[in-house]
């Protein structure tokens, strides 16, 4: 039988989750590359696997505008991708959830005051870039797609009332894209 990757191959990709167990276990790898033409990290693109709190905090050249970013976690997914030439979706950048709670707060200290709207707007935008650059230099034309902002509407149809929303506004998505 044909796969679904060549099933459909004409219409759109067909991708799956994966994290360094999958891609580096006895059969998951193969049913990868059989089935599927794009992949998405489960976890370790996620900003509390990637922003770096040490780092940012020892960080004394950008004033509390820039988070340090460490994907030594991802590296191997990222490579078995390459490597099978298989697509990456990426996700996610803004999220209410897995989103450290200390990059909201002034220098940094969730028992402080939030930052305001126009540190955390910088801080967005340093943010998405350096992962962006981080991509573009390291895995150029890798990656198809982005999840620029998940789950921003909560269960009763409104938006979340979360830290991106709190300190930024209810225009953090339109910032987000921008």
């Given at each position: 039988y044909p796969s679904l990757r060549e099933t459909y191959s004409d219409y759109f990709d067909i991708g799956v989750a994966v994290n360094p167990a999958t891609v580096s276990g006895e059969y998951?790898?193969?049913?990868?590359?059989r089935q599927f033409s794009s992949i998405t990290n489960e976890n370790n693109l996620k900003p509390d696997t990637i922003i770096d709190k040490n780092a940012t905090l020892s960080d004394t050249e950008n004033n509390g505008t820039r988070l340090v970013l460490d994907f030594s976690k991802v590296s191997s997914e990222l490579d078995f991708a390459?490597?099978?030439?298989?697509?990456?979706?990426?996700?996610t950048l803004i999220w209410h959830s897995q989103t450290p709670e200390w990059i909201f707060y002034e220098n940094?200290?969730?028992?402080?005051?939030?930052?305001?709207?126009?540190?955390?707007?910088?801080?967005?935008?340093?943010y998405i870039h350096?992962?962006?650059?981080?991509?573009?230099?390291?895995?150029?034309?890798l990656f198809y797609a982005w999840d620029i902002?998940?789950?921003?509407?909560?269960?009763?149809?409104?938006?979340?009332?979360?830290?991106?929303?709190q300190t930024i506004g209810d225009d953090y998505i339109e910032q987000a894209f921008a």
């Open positions: 998951y790898p193969d049913l990868i590359c390459v490597a099978n030439n298989l697509k990456v979706r990426g996700h940094f200290d969730p028992e402080g005051e939030l930052a305001s709207r126009e540190l955390m707007l910088t801080r967005m935008e340093n350096d992962v962006f650059t981080f991509a573009d230099t390291n895995y150029p034309g902002v998940n789950e921003a509407v909560d269960d009763s149809g409104g938006l979340r009332n979360s830290l991106w929303r």
